[in-house]
């Protein structure tokens, strides 16, 4: 659990070590690069575009069980792989709200904002599970700007987050988000 920590905190490191409000370091696998707005109200121009792909990230059973510890859901079809494997899904599976965290991670690699002082995410309008992550499944986040708004101070986008699962045909979740960038 440990060397996870320090895995999740490195990503982390690597994504604030560069400009601009969801700008990110290099991570690896960079999926496509973000795609790179130089000032918030650049958003409002390009409602209705894709946006990037992040990089794959793989789910596996020691980040699930770190995520039951701190949302106390011990739940057998997330942590119990004996249990799970005579279950629906023949195998442990990931919290659908740990996939929905993951947005937060996957944001930055989608979209990058600058020319804003700070972003902040504001909330979500839908959220769905479409299919289940199981142990060892890669995911990535798919971007598209739904809409962008002026606001006193900023701009709101909705950004719909697709977290793919690599080889299945269904995702894992689907988020639109709400994000402000402020000037």
């Avoid at 949302?71 to 004996?82: F, G, K, M, N, R």
């Avoid at 944001?107 to 909330?123: F, K, S």
Wanted: glycine share 12%; with cysteine; aromatic share 8%.
């Amino acid at each position: 659990m440990d060397s996870l920590m320090t895995e999740m905190r490195a990503e982390a490191n690597d994504i604030s070590s560069t400009s601009g409000v969801g700008s990110m370091g290099d991570i690896g696998d960079p999926g496509q690069p973000a795609r790179v707005f130089a000032h918030p109200e650049a958003l409002i121009a390009a409602v209705g575009e894709a946006l990037g792909r992040s990089a794959w990230l793989q789910i596996d059973q020691p980040r699930i069980d770190l995520f039951a510890d701190a949302t106390l859901d011990h739940q057998w079809i997330h942590v119990d792989p004996e249990r799970a494997q005579h279950g629906p899904f023949g195998g442990c599976i990931a919290h659908g709200f740990l996939t929905l965290s993951l947005v937060n991670f996957f944001l930055p690699q989608i979209v990058r904002v600058d020319g804003a002082r700070l972003g902040v995410n504001y909330g979500c309008d839908k959220i769905r599970f479409p299919a289940p992550v199981r142990v060892g499944a890669r995911i990535r986040g798919v971007g598209q700007l739904l809409r962008a708004e002026a606001m006193e101070g900023g701009v709101q986008a909705w950004i719909r987050v697709t977290v793919e699962i690599e080889g299945e045909t269904k995702p894992g979740c689907v988020a639109d988000t709400i994000s402000r960038y402020y000037l």
